[in-house]
Nanobody, 123 residues
Framework: QVQLVESGGGLVQAGGSLRLSCTAS????????MGWFRQAPGKEREFVSA???????TYADSVKGRFTISRDNAKNTVYLQMNSLKPEDTAHYYC?????????????????WGQGTQVTVSS
């Protein structure tokens, strides 16, 4: 089993930055695909970004150029650097792990999920 714990959320003004962290325990996840998803009130959970290995990355169009995903395998941790935040980025952000290691945007491909961290962007 893999446990994922997110941190780094908070309240920020539009244009500001936050860095989310997701630390895994229970297994080494260096070979897993790690993803970030978000869910705003009344909306479905949506894909944000994913990283496969050290260099395979993909982003939702809505965050491309503003968000950067990275990982530190020595710390079993994945990060999401969020810059130029907009009010529409307000959501609960979830970290997820896919043990197949195939890069994917589909929620149902991910095997493990964290509890999430709230990001609120004020205008």
């Amino acid at each position: 089993q893999v446990q994922l714990v997110e941190s780094g959320g908070g309240l920020v003004q539009a244009g500001g930055s936050l860095r989310l962290s997701c630390t895994a325990s229970g297994r080494i996840v260096s070979n897993y695909t790690m993803g970030w998803f978000r869910q705003a009130p009344g909306k479905e959970r949506e894909f944000v970004s994913a990283i496969r290995g050290r260099s395979g990355r993909t982003y939702a169009d809505s965050v491309k150029g503003r968000f950067t995903i990275s990982r530190d395998n020595a710390k079993n941790t994945v990060y999401l650097q969020m810059n130029s935040l907009k009010p529409e980025d307000t959501a609960h952000y979830y970290c997820a792990a896919d043990r197949t290691g195939l890069i994917t945007r589909r929620i149902y491909d991910y095997d493990y999920w964290g509890q999430g961290t709230q990001v609120t962007v004020s205008s």
